[in-house]
């Protein structure tokens, strides 16, 4: 399959490997509905995709889930992607890697490790995370990613229960050794739109965490890059999501599904090709799903006439659909929106605290 000189070839390929997990986090953002471990792509399955992704002009590969180390074949892999040429970057949340299994991982050619954590204070962490002892392991494996000379970054989602601790999260990042964080605060899709009256912060917290996230990027430049993703519920404008629609990367799931977002299959209207059906080229530049949001075409008023369309490209789909029920309007997150009253409903963070909904 030859290359459309309109459409560019991707950057990035995030693989979900397996929707495992030993946690169970609130914010999830895997469908409700998870692949089972039987239906998950074989390891020549995940070398052919690697295989032509590669081909296809990938540079980059996050290895993700669930959680990715409970792929008995991860070594296997991580040496096929580094025998491709691509650089790989492991999404864990430390839960299975033990420092032989690191070791192997990084002698395998593994390129990056991405640890994520839910709180700086070990009792809310674990809480979040559904897991007791998820905080220790994550420190030990921090441990075990420095002690192998590998890079690490440090993730984070805020939210509600977390928001007053943005700041501290990122010194937590620094005394782990990571070189990078990114704080993110909490997108609603999956099991985080079933969990958001409990995720919300109120406005007051969220700018609060911002203004100090902001304050420690300049204070602790040089130290530790902080990527910072805004909140989209406190927004003015939405974000290019994704970088814009099948513009720059793509997914596949644990089945093998080829997926232009994480959240894409929320969009009952498209049809989404598998990799056992088709090549990951003929997907990414011909296939109607990837070429449904693509540009700027397919944009009604007011995106459509909009200075920003190329800046924001609408902003997400998934979330304009979860908002509007029509994946074609114009993210209510922009205040220009027709369904901007919605987003601000729930900005106010003014729904009472309630449990959590975990995924069992």
């Known amino acids: 399959m030859s290359a459309r000189a309109d459409i560019a070839a991707p950057m990035g390929l995030l693989a979900e490997l397996t929707h495992r997990c030993p946690l169970a986090c609130p914010y999830c953002s895997n469908p409700l509905a998870l692949d089972p471990r039987s239906a998950e792509l074989s390891t020549?399955?995940?070398?052919?995709?690697?295989?032509?992704?590669?081909?296809?002009?990938?540079?980059h590969v996050h290895l993700s889930g669930g959680e990715p180390a409970s792929r008995p074949d991860l070594v296997d892999l991580v040496k096929?992607?580094?025998?491709?040429?691509?650089?790989?970057?492991?999404?864990?949340?430390?839960?299975?890697?033990?420092?032989?299994?690191?070791?192997?991982?990084?002698?395998?050619?593994l390129d990056h490790v991405q640890l994520s954590i839910q709180d700086c204070e070990e009792g809310s962490a674990d809480r979040i995370a559904g897991y007791d002892g998820?905080?220790?392991?994550?420190?030990?494996?921090?441990?075990?990613?420095?002690?192998?000379?590998?890079?690490?970054?440090?993730?984070?989602v805020i939210h509600r229960a977390n928001v007053e601790r943005a700041g501290a999260m990122v010194e937590l990042a620094i005394s782990l050794g990571a070189r990078r964080i990114e704080i993110a605060h909490a997108q609603y899709y999956g099991w985080a739109m079933a969990n958001r009256r409990a995720l919300m912060p109120e406005r007051a917290a969220a700018e609060r965490?911002?203004?100090?996230?902001?304050?420690?990027?300049?204070?602790?430049?040089?130290?530790?890059?902080?990527?910072?993703?805004?909140?989209?519920?406190?927004?003015?404008?939405?974000?290019a999501c994704m970088g814009g629609w099948a513009r720059r990367t793509l997914n596949i799931t644990p089945s093998g599904k080829v997926l232009p977002c994480h959240a894409a299959e929320t969009i009952r209207t498209l049809e989404f090709a598998t990799i056992a059906t088709q090549s990951l080229a003929d997907i990414w530049y011909n296939s109607p799903a990837?070429?449904?949001?693509?540009?700027?075409?397919?944009?009604?008023?007011?995106?459509?006439?909009?200075?920003?369309?190329?800046?924001?490209?609408?902003?997400?789909?998934?979330?304009?659909?979860?908002?509007?029920?029509?994946?074609?309007?114009?993210?209510?997150?922009?205040?220009?929106?027709?369904?901007?009253?919605?987003?601000?409903?729930?900005?106010?963070?003014?729904?009472?605290?309630?449990?959590?909904?975990?995924?069992?």
């Not at 580094?82 to 991982?105: E, F, M, P, V, W």
């Not at 949001?293 to 998934?318: A, L, Y």
């Open 44 to 59: 020549d399955q995940w070398r052919r995709v690697f295989s032509e992704a590669a081909a296809l002009g990938v540079l």
């Open 209 to 239: 965490a911002i203004a100090e996230v902001e304050r420690l990027r300049k204070c602790h430049e040089g130290v530790i890059v902080i990527d910072h993703v805004l909140p989209d519920y406190h927004a003015s404008y939405p974000k």
């Open 80 to 109: 096929h992607c580094r025998a491709c040429g691509l650089y790989t970057n492991l999404i864990t949340s430390g839960i299975g890697l033990t420092q032989r299994r690191l070791h192997d991982l990084a002698e395998a050619g």
């Open 290 to 360: 990837f070429n449904a949001f693509r540009g700027t075409e397919w944009m009604q008023e007011p995106c459509r006439s909009c200075s920003r369309k190329e800046i924001d490209f609408g902003g997400c789909r998934c979330q304009a659909l979860a908002l509007t029920g029509d994946a074609r309007q114009a993210d209510p997150v922009c205040h220009l929106s027709p369904f901007h009253d919605r987003v601000e409903f729930f900005a106010e963070g003014a729904a009472p605290t309630v449990d959590y909904i975990y995924r069992r």
């Open 134 to 156: 998820a905080f220790a392991r994550k420190r030990s494996v921090a441990a075990f990613v420095g002690a192998e000379g590998l890079p690490l970054t440090v993730n984070a």
